[in-house]
Structure formats: C-alpha cells, structure tokens
C-alpha cells in the first residue's frame, strides 16, 4: 500500500503516476473520487434501500404485466417465454465476460479461469439436480411439481444470482469511495432490471393462478440479492468473490433457458418458429439497450 498525502478535491478526477527506481512509470485515472464511508450500519442501511430500489421494486414493476401475459393465446405466450430466454441469455453472456475479466484479476494460486469454468458447470449441473428431482416427483403424481411455478422460481433464482453480482458491484464502489460511479450503476441497473419481471412471471401465465405469496417470493428471490451483494461488496469484496458468483449465475441460467425451451416443447410449441426466434431477439435487443445506462 502506497500512502500519499495530497489535498485532492472530490469528486475531481486524479491523474496519478508511479515512477520506480529503474524508470519503469505506470499512469492510473482515478475517476471521481470521493472519501470511502467505511463500515457503519448506516452504510449497510443505505445499501439495503438502494437494493430495494434496484432490485425489489423493477422486478416488481415488470411483474406487473402478468395479467395482460395470462391472457394471450398459446403462441404468443410462447413468443414471451422465449423473449424470457433471450433476457435470460443476455445476462448469461454478459455475466460471462465479466467473469472471464475478473479471473485475470484473481491471484495465480486461485486458478482464476478454472473457478468460472467450475462455477459454471457447477450451478449448472446443480440446477439440473433439482430438475431432475422434480421429473421425479411428477412420475410419482405430484401434480405441484409438474406446474409452470417451478419453471418461475428457477427463473426468479438465476435472475437473483445475477442481481447478487450487481450488488457486488454497486457495494464496493461506494467502499472504495467511488459514489459517482455507484450512482450511475443504481441508475443503470433500475431501468435494467425492469425488463427481468416478465421474465419471472411467463412460466406461470398457464393453469391456475398461483397465490399472492409466491408472487412475493418470486419478487424477493429475483430482486433482494441485490442488497446481500451490496453488503458483501461494501465489507469484503474481492475479484475472487465476484467472478465466482457471476460464474454460478451464468450457469444457473443456461440451464433456465433449456428449461424454457423444454416448457415450450412440451406444451405443443415450436422453440425455433419465426415469432420464437424474434421474441428471443428482441429479449436480447432490449436488454442490451438498458444495458447501455450501466455503461455510460
């Protein structure tokens, strides 16, 4: 750790530049700074109202379409789970590449690549455990299992492993002190967000309406890990933590979208008609549109 007393202005960037004893010279940006809190319940509580913001209340927003969603015919309904899937696999993607990016940061002895890659298959494989679990309880007549409400909660949790990670990032950019850029990854991942309550809901759009309470729990499965990432990252965030944990999200959601394309098919649909493959393109389109306010 290299400690230099400057009186800096914050919110101003810094260039700063270190120059070794054989002329070697590494330039950093620091970009808009601005003093770290440092650890406080206050601190825990802002993270916990803006993971409310962020990630509660869009998932709840965009769950809000259920109603019109129960009332379309079987193709488009289909058109909308596979407009799911496409949300679903953005969010694999990107998760992925950021993953990848993280594991050059991990230190050498953590096997950064070969963590995401066992994260991946990991939560893939695990989920697909559960799955399999509940072909078995529908061969034995549980008629719950063999519900769209499954499809919804394994939807709701891929989406929250992704929001975790988005915690992760929001919390330890207000630990080291960038407020700025965590105002700008609120702002970002709200509108982001958003377009994910469809996606929970699709899955349940057929047969009998499911009870208030598991509309609740889809809402705080999808949305709340936002506030437990934001406390991970505002207390012990490392490139190790976070490349992990994108790295289960993106193989929880590769075995979701099978799911749903399995959905389709067994309801008599065809996954790769023309009206399926838009839906899935246009998922992917507006994510990454709303994509574009966490970036810029």
Do not use: C
Request: negative net charge; proline residues 4%; hydrophobic residues 55%.
């Amino acid at each position: 750790q290299i400690v230099i007393p400057y009186h800096w202005n914050p919110g101003w960037d810094l260039e700063v530049a270190l120059v070794l004893s054989d002329g070697a010279t590494f330039h950093n940006t620091i970009v808009a700074p601005s003093q770290s809190p440092g650890f406080s319940l206050s601190l825990l509580g802002t993270l916990a109202v803006i993971g409310l913001f962020v990630g509660v209340i869009p998932v709840a927003i965009g769950m809000l379409w259920f109603p019109y969603i129960k009332t379309m015919s079987d193709r488009w309904l289909h058109a909308v789970l596979l407009f799911a899937a496409g949300v679903l696999g953005f969010l694999a993607f990107d998760a992925g590449f950021e993953a990848f990016e993280l594991a050059e940061r991990v230190p050498g002895a953590y096997e950064g690549n070969l963590l995401v890659v066992f994260g991946i298959f990991g939560a893939l494989l695990l989920v697909q455990a559960i799955s399999a679990w509940r072909e078995g309880r529908v061969a034995a007549g549980d008629n719950r299992a063999s519900s769209g409400l499954w499809i919804a909660y394994l939807v709701a949790v891929g989406i929250g492993l992704h929001n975790l990670a988005e915690g992760l990032a929001i919390g330890s950019s207000f630990a080291l002190g960038r407020v700025s850029l965590g105002a700008f990854l609120v702002i970002g991942f709200m509108l982001h967000n958003v377009t994910e309550g469809p996606a929970v809901v699709a899955p349940v759009a057929r047969g009998e309406r499911p009870a208030l309470k598991h509309f609740a729990a889809l809402g705080i499965i999808a949305g709340a890990p936002v506030i437990l990432g934001g406390w991970i990252g505002s207390l012990a965030y490392s490139p190790t933590i976070g490349a992990f944990f994108l790295a289960i999200g993106v193989g929880a959601i590769l075995q979701v979208d099978w799911e749903i394309a399995r959905m389709v098919r067994d309801a008599g649909g065809r996954v790769a008609s023309a009206t399926n493959l838009l839906a899935f393109l246009l998922g992917l389109a507006i994510m990454y549109v709303t994509d574009l306010f966490v970036v810029l």
